[in-house]
């Protein structure tokens, strides 16, 4: 049942945090338009305000619980709002969240998320604030912990997304890597992959609605691998059942695991004409001490290695990576061999993060948090500075290009001062590589593919025009 326009209840969500909780915030809303919800942008106007989490960082933390203390007052002039954590910090902390926001009526955690409207009727019947998490990694059989870890995916909603051409599709949940600086085994649970047929319906689905671009996601989804009678379906097989697809142009997949970058992966990257050449692998370090006490699984030369095949067998693929700086004991020579390895290794771009302790973490328990804060910040700034050089470098060899760009919307320039939806603006899309491209355009041209030709580059940015073509005396754009 839908309420009208006059009698919906007004919903607010704040996402924080991966792609994995934009999708997870996505089908929470789409549940709750089922139940005729209407989403608004600010707190004080909704029935019911909702924060989706992230435990990955401390600052993603703090930031929450800000919020949380800024709605304290409301809370107390609306007793009826009803004010809910879900994620990532409602699976870690739970109990602690009523304690230190007591007028929180609702913590869920991530594998429980299919329940949010039957719990957000239960606290308006009066029922008082409810607390739904999975089981603790050590509270059960793998089994036991796994079923208490619910995938929660075939509702979609457009509005939702940055554009409604493009789309998150979760392929797994959980992960089993444990790695001592992360908490996401603890609180998405064990590594389960969907089954392939329920993926393929799903995209399926984005393409009837007008989806052109979809973007695979797991914690690390190249470890996808499903059972199927006698038979394994691997990462590789998926890519080949959704390419088929019509309507689906792009296909991408995030976040990668060094070692389980197999050569049949790569070989369905080369040979699948939609699937982007771009990979996020992860290396975190160019030590392998410091990847020892990470508990990463591989060296620096293994991540190498994979990195040359990589290029022999995709050469024009661009490659990303992470990295964390200053993680506990780590040295100058183990720092310098990080630089070494962003100079190897020609990335894109990487994500370099200051090193955060996490509460429930190996690490957090077996090593002191020893590189003090300017340390960190310093190795930072310098790591970014080469990846930054490096990424210029890379991009001024599109300058002269052609590119096939998918428009995504304004850029956030636009979204500033843009005073108009008519006439020219600055549009922003992104190549089959996942380089981000700016140019001058208009609102019609959002959620094509269009031919643009680079003239300039920054280390993030491609500058370009949109080619056109004479046709007689009349000028048109390819459209």
Known sequence: MTASASQSKKLYIETVGCQMNLLDSELVVASLRRQG?????VPKRADVILFNTCSVRQHAEDKIY??????????????????GVLGCMAQKDQGLIFQRAPYVDLVVGPGQLHRVPELIRQIEQGSGPKLEVSLDRTAGSRQQVAESFVSY??????????????????????CDKFCTYCIVPKVRGPEQSRPPEHILAEVRQLAQEGCREVTLLGQTVNSYKYRQGERSVRLSDLLEMIHPVQGIDRIKFVTNFPLDMTQDLLEAVRDLPKVSHYLHVPAQSGSNRVLKRMKRGYTVEQYREMLQRIYETVPQAAVTSDFIVGFCGET?????????????????????????PRPGTKAYELYPDDVPEEVKRRRNNELLEVQNQI??????????????????????????????TTGPIQLCGRTMCDRIVVFEGNLRQVGQILPVRIYDATPHTLLG?????HVGPELYVLR
């Open 332 to 356: 100058e020579e183990d720092f310098q061999q990080s630089v070494e390895l962003v100079r190897w290794g020609r990335f894109k771009n990487s994500y370099i993060f200051k090193y955060s």
């Open 465 to 469: 025009m949109v080619v056109t073509h």
């Open 66 to 83: 800000s919020a949380l203390g800024r709605l304290k007052h409301l809370k107390r002039r609306f007793p009826n709002k009803i004010i």
């Open 37 to 41: 919800y209407e989403l608004v942008d």
């Open 391 to 420: 990424s210029l470098e890379l991009n001024e060899q599109f300058i002269g290009q052609e590119v096939e760009v998918l428009v995504e919307g304004p850029s956030k320039m636009a979204q500033k001062h843009a005073d108009s």
């Open 153 to 174: 995916d075939p509702l979609r909603d457009p509005q939702m997304r940055p554009t409604p051409y493009q789309a998150f599709v979760r392929i797994m949940i959980g």
